[in-house]
């Protein structure tokens, strides 16, 4: 499979390094606010990524994390930790708000056919094995203590600093640092632990060789626990960084590229002396109206809007499909409808193809190979979708067709087979009414008329879709 690597900024070809195995470590959510349709369009694009390596022969073993403490509101160290705040925002304990939260991502995952992780861990649940990491690190070196903070990494210790992307000085310090923490020696360096301050009570703490109260900082858990899950570095409870193997595939958000990425390779390879992962994969941001759609500026929208406005949530997963995932995106509910219409056609094409054809499966190498080589090309979906609509409208037969379109519903996920009973939205009285006097207007060729009543919908929230079917009512 070609595969672009952001550590190269090249498409190259992607090999593991004991083929079929593939060691994916994927960054999980901050569990401390709601799962937006943005964290649905990075899980999607790395789920389309994990099926099409397992389509195409590998065995993945994916781990992803949740984030459970130690993400402070600024990238830059300062500020306070993330959960913390929301805990007392809702005066509730930092431990209730993480369950909360990660549970409401992985039950909109469910929705959306990601597949489950072969692991998910916390950084919680691996507090020893960060505490090993820094200490080695301090042992090397690399680490030095700005007294009542916090133990901080020294990337002027480690000249191969931001290597990702191919950052510059001047990015790397445009990668929101602005906020300045005193006594850090250079404005890249991260904070590995940080001691609990002196005034608050967290509720989340632990003893360490630096502190009796302290947390984690944000980048250690991944560095930790991607070794830990993925490779042998801490085989018998004991951390041996020379046990270490370069893992094949790690995957985040654009927004990781310049601060929690480059900061995850330091740690690691300053430790190991290893490369850290041979394909760094990132997906572009989902916009709203020209901004990341984001749970800090409060653009968003969750799997509750979806539902609550009649969608199928793998209406989502086709909108996702027919993107590349290294193109920004705006989010629109008239996009969403169009997929949603879509992908009913795509479910009435394979039932009636299931009603016609027996149980023989044939396949067709040409159009099998046109998929594989969609997928297989940087994971262009966009494409695949296309090679889908054009097979199901070839000439081939049914049996063959039935097949393909199963067979490819692997990669796509869309419950093709089975697809979801969605409940019906309550359209009221007043709305079908008038679109049934919107589509006579048309009959009669009264299209102005006809249009002032689709905008006086419009503005009552109802967008009406003309299908080759017949007009659809579309909650907006
Ligand atoms: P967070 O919980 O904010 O750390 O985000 C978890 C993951 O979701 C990160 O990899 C982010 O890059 C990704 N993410 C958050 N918002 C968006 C968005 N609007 N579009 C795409 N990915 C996003
Ligand atoms: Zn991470």
């Given at each position: 499979?070609?595969?672009?690597?952001?550590l190269?900024?090249?498409?190259e070809?992607?090999?593991?390094?004991?083929?079929?195995?593939?060691?994916?470590?994927?960054c999980?959510?901050?569990?401390?606010?709601h799962t937006?349709?943005?964290?649905?369009?990075?899980y999607?694009?790395?789920?389309?990524?994990?099926?099409?390596l397992?389509y195409?022969?590998?065995?993945?073993?994916?781990?992803?994390?949740?984030?459970d403490?130690?993400?402070?509101?600024?990238?830059?160290?300062?500020?306070?930790?993330k959960?913390?705040k929301?805990?007392e925002?809702e005066?509730?304990?930092?431990?209730?708000?993480?369950?909360?939260?990660?549970?409401?991502?992985?039950?909109?995952?469910?929705?959306?056919?990601v597949?489950?992780?072969?692991?998910v861990?916390?950084?919680?649940e691996?507090?020893?094995?960060?505490?090993?990491l820094?200490?080695?690190?301090?042992?090397?070196g690399?680490?030095?203590?700005?007294?009542g903070?916090?133990?901080?990494?020294?990337?002027?210790?480690?000249?191969?600093?931001?290597?990702?992307?191919?950052?510059?000085?001047?990015?790397?310090?445009?990668g929101?640092r602005?906020?300045?923490v005193?006594?850090?020696?250079?404005?890249a360096?991260?904070?590995?632990?940080?001691?609990?301050?002196?005034?608050?009570?967290?509720?989340?703490?632990?003893?360490?060789?630096?502190?009796?109260?302290?947390?984690p900082?944000?980048?250690?858990e991944?560095?930790?626990?991607?070794?830990?899950?993925?490779?042998?570095?801490?085989?018998?409870?004991?951390?041996?960084?020379?046990?270490?193997?370069?893992?094949?595939?790690?995957?985040?958000?654009?927004?990781?590229?310049?601060?929690?990425?480059?900061n995850?390779?330091?740690?690691?390879?300053a430790s190991?002396?290893?490369?850290?992962a041979?394909?760094w994969?990132?997906?572009?941001?989902?916009?709203?109206?020209?901004q990341?759609?984001?749970?800090?500026?409060g653009?968003?929208?969750?799997?509750k809007d979806?539902?609550?406005r009649?969608?199928?949530?793998l209406?989502?997963?086709?909108?996702?499909?027919?993107a590349?995932?290294?193109?920004?995106?705006n989010?629109?509910?008239?996009?969403?409808a169009?997929?949603?219409?879509?992908?009913?056609?795509l479910y009435?094409?394979?039932?009636?193809?299931i009603?016609?054809?027996?149980?023989?499966?044939?396949?067709?190498?040409?159009?099998?190979?046109?998929?594989?080589?969609?997928?297989?090309?940087d994971l262009?979906?966009p494409?695949?979708?296309?090679v889908?609509?054009e097979?199901?409208?070839?000439?081939?037969?049914?049996?063959?067709?039935?097949?393909?379109?199963?067979?490819?519903?692997?990669?796509?996920?869309?419950?093709l087979?089975?697809?979801?009973?969605?409940?019906?939205?309550?359209i009221?009285?007043?709305v079908?009414?008038?679109?049934?006097e919107?589509?006579?207007?048309?009959?009669?060729r009264?299209?102005?008329?006809?249009?002032?009543?689709?905008?006086?919908?419009?503005?009552?929230?109802?967008?009406?879709?003309?299908?080759?079917?017949?007009?659809?009512?579309?909650k907006?």
């Open positions: 499979m070609k595969l672009y690597n952001s190269t900024r090249k498409v070809e992607f090999e593991p390094g004991e083929p079929p195995f593939v060691s994916m470590y994927t999980g959510i901050t569990a401390y606010e937006t349709v943005g964290h649905m369009r990075t999607i694009n790395t789920d389309f990524l994990r099926r099409t397992e195409l022969g590998y065995k993945v073993k994916m781990v992803e994390n949740v984030t403490v130690g993400h402070l509101t600024s990238d830059a160290d300062a500020g306070e930790d959960l913390q929301k805990a925002a005066r509730k304990s930092a431990w209730e708000i993480a369950k909360e939260y990660e549970k409401e991502f992985f039950e909109t995952m469910d929705k959306l056919n597949l489950r992780p072969s692991v861990t916390r950084a919680t691996n507090i020893e094995e960060m505490i090993a820094v200490k080695d690190l301090e042992k090397k690399y680490t030095y203590e700005i007294p903070d916090g133990i901080y990494f020294d990337t002027s210790k480690y000249p191969e600093y931001g290597k990702l992307a191919n950052l510059n000085q001047e990015e790397l310090k445009a929101a602005v906020e300045v005193e006594g850090k020696k250079n404005p360096d991260f904070a590995l632990w940080k001691f609990s301050p002196h005034d608050k009570k967290r509720d989340m703490e632990w003893k360490s060789p630096w502190a009796e109260k302290s947390f900082g944000w980048h250690i991944c560095s930790a626990m991607s070794m830990k899950f993925l490779t042998p570095a801490f085989e018998g409870g004991k951390y041996s960084p020379q046990k270490f193997e370069t893992i094949d595939l790690h995957t985040g958000g654009e927004d990781h590229l310049t601060v929690h990425h480059p995850e390779i330091a740690q690691t390879e190991t002396g290893k490369k850290f041979r394909f994969f990132h997906n572009r941001f989902l916009m709203v109206e020209g990341k759609m984001s749970k800090s500026i653009n968003f929208y969750t799997m979806i539902e609550g009649g969608f199928n949530p209406a989502v997963r086709y909108l996702f499909a027919t590349h995932y290294r193109q920004r995106i989010f629109t509910w008239e996009s969403l169009a997929a949603q219409s879509a992908l009913e056609r009435s094409q394979v039932s009636s193809l009603e016609k054809s027996n149980d023989k499966a044939e396949t067709s190498a040409k159009w099998e190979a046109k998929f594989k080589s969609a997928i297989a090309n262009n979906m494409q695949a979708v296309a889908l609509w097979m199901l409208k070839s000439e081939i037969a049914d049996n063959q067709k039935l097949s393909l379109v199963l067979a490819w519903d692997q990669v796509f996920g869309l419950n087979k089975n697809p979801p009973q969605v409940p019906k939205t309550e009221p009285e007043e079908t009414e008038l679109a049934k919107r589509e006579e207007l048309r009959k009669k009264k299209f102005e008329e006809a249009d002032l009543v689709r905008k006086r919908l419009l503005n009552m929230g109802y967008l009406i879709e003309d299908t080759p079917k017949g007009y659809k009512i579309v907006k």
